[in-house]
Nanobody
Framework: QVQLVESGGGLVQAGGSLRLSCAGS????????MGWFRQAPGKEREFVAA????????YYVDSVKGRCTISRDNAKNTVYLQMNGLKPEDTAVYLC???????????????WGQGTQVTVSS
């Protein structure tokens, strides 16, 4: 069982940067692959990035490649999403999740945080 809490969201101008953090509970954190998803009002949840258990493999949706970096520190039970060159279309609630097998599918994740709001102004 994992509990996840996101932080680091906020309001930023286009072209700015944010680093999101997702803190997981307990000693089982490293047993899970981790993913970041985002959801804007009225839209489906969208895969953003994922990282395997060891941190040695990462995956990104095409729209954020080159702008975002996912990483994890298992000793701190934390996964990060560094976002640079933010665009208004990046505005959404960003959620972290644990337990993926097929990283791009939300239904493959077992645990979810509550999300952190990212708003990018033009």
């Amino acid at each position: 069982q994992v509990q996840l809490v996101e932080s680091g969201g906020g309001l930023v101008q286009a072209g700015g940067s944010l680093r999101l953090s997702c803190a997981g509970s307990g000693r089982t954190f490293s047993s899970y692959a981790m993913g970041w998803f985002r959801q804007a009002p009225g839209k489906e949840r969208e895969f953003v990035a994922a990282i395997n258990r060891s941190g040695g493999a990462t995956y990104y949706v095409d729209s954020v490649k080159g702008r975002c970096t996912i990483s994890r520190d298992n000793a701190k039970n934390t996964v990060y999403l560094q976002m640079n060159g933010l665009k208004p279309e990046d505005t959404a609630v960003y959620l972290c999740a644990a337990g993926s097998r097929r990283y791009w599918r939300p239904d493959e994740y077992d645990y979810w945080g509550q999300g952190t709001q990212v708003t990018v102004s033009s």
